[in-house]
């Protein structure tokens, strides 16, 4: 069971370049969502989803645009990128029961935007 | 919007010793409070969590605990060990199933030295 799959690991980025973040899950979670970690901020919500074709702005999206047109996957896209998007980004999955929203997440994608 | 602070930044302890890392939290309706741990080069995962309804939970060598009128909780890890060394984030949200945000604090490094 794969889980949380991130791609790229890794990514260097020119300002004004655009790139998509790739996210995949095979748990058939229903929730998806995108996290900023920059140090001393903890991990800020930048999209998120709560099923195929639903998403919403989190806390940051400003720069950022998601889609989601499977369960399975939830790109983040880039449009221009800029220096302030120079972050380690999280991919989640999650599933509800009750009360709860416990999150699986991603390895990261550490970006660098120069 | 919930705002949630967490103390201190960076925590150093001597192996077997005790540690504990603090939260506080402003929306009085969240009811569900979650820990994650992350480690070098990986993405956080859920280590415990415990919900409104509950003052005190405990697994293992880790407990957290929640004081509903202060509007704080807290993780306490007994007998640490080398392999504790990571970085820990608190995290509530209200709501139920998928549709609860959460929101994270800003994260304490734990050093467990021998």
């Known amino acids: 069971n794969a889980g949380v799959t991130q791609t790229p690991k890794f990514q260097v980025l020119k300002t004004g370049q655009s790139m998509t973040l790739q996210c995949a899950q095979d748990?058939?979670?229903?929730?998806m969502s995108w996290y900023r970690q920059d140090p001393g901020m903890g991990l800020r919500l930048i999209h998120y989803?709560?099923?195929?074709?639903?998403?919403d702005q989190g806390e940051v999206p400003n720069g950022y645009n998601v889609s989601r047109s499977t369960t399975e996957d939830f790109p983040l896209r880039l449009l221009s990128a800029a220096p302030s998007q120079t972050s380690v980004y999280f991919c989640?999955?999650?599933?509800?029961?009750?009360?709860?929203?416990?999150?699986?997440f991603g390895a990261g994608t550490r970006l660098s935007v120069l | 919007g919930e705002n949630v602070e967490q103390h201190p930044s960076t925590l150093s302890v001597q192996e077997g010793d005790s540690a504990v890392i603090k939260c506080t939290y402003s929306?009085?309706?969240?009811?569900?409070f979650p820990w994650y741990k992350q480690e070098l080069g990986k993405g956080p995962q859920l280590i415990i969590d415990i919900r409104s309804n509950v003052g005190e939970k405990k697994d293992q060598r880790i407990a957290v605990t929640l004081n509903k009128t202060a509007k704080h909780f807290s993780l306490h890890i007994t007998e640490t060990q080398p392999e504790d060394s990571a970085v820990y984030f608190c995290a509530a949200s209200q709501g139920t199933g998928t549709a609860s945000k959460l929101t994270f604090g800003t994260g304490t490094r734990l050093q467990v030295t021998l």
């Open positions: 929306d009085s309706a969240s009811n569900y």
């Open positions: 748990m058939n979670h229903e929730y």
């Open positions: 989803s709560v099923g195929a074709g639903i998403t």
């Open positions: 989640a999955s999650s599933y509800s029961i009750t009360t709860k929203n416990i999150q699986y």
